[in-house]
């Protein structure tokens, strides 16, 4: 198991109830259960914040379900304008 920070923004953090969360995940860990395990602790909420937004990882943009290979996390809802 890996630790990972988790930073909430926007609406994203209003869901969460804080801006920053630590997670114990699995190894091999990927983006698609880190949404699951989002959405089950933090509900409806944190579901539609989630729809359309992505994750920030290392600085890189994600959307994929794909594994998550860092250990800071930010959480970014949609964005106007794109």
Known sequence: MATITVRYFAAAEDAAGTG???WAAPTGATLEWLRG???EKHGDAMDRA????SFLIDGQ???DPGPIG???VDV???FAGG
């Open 61 to 63: 943009v994600r959307r």
């Open 50 to 53: 989630l729809r359309g937004g």
């Open 20 to 22: 920053q969360e630590e």
């Open 37 to 39: 395990a989002l959405v």
């Open 76 to 78: 970014l809802p949609p």
């Open 70 to 72: 860092g250990l800071e």
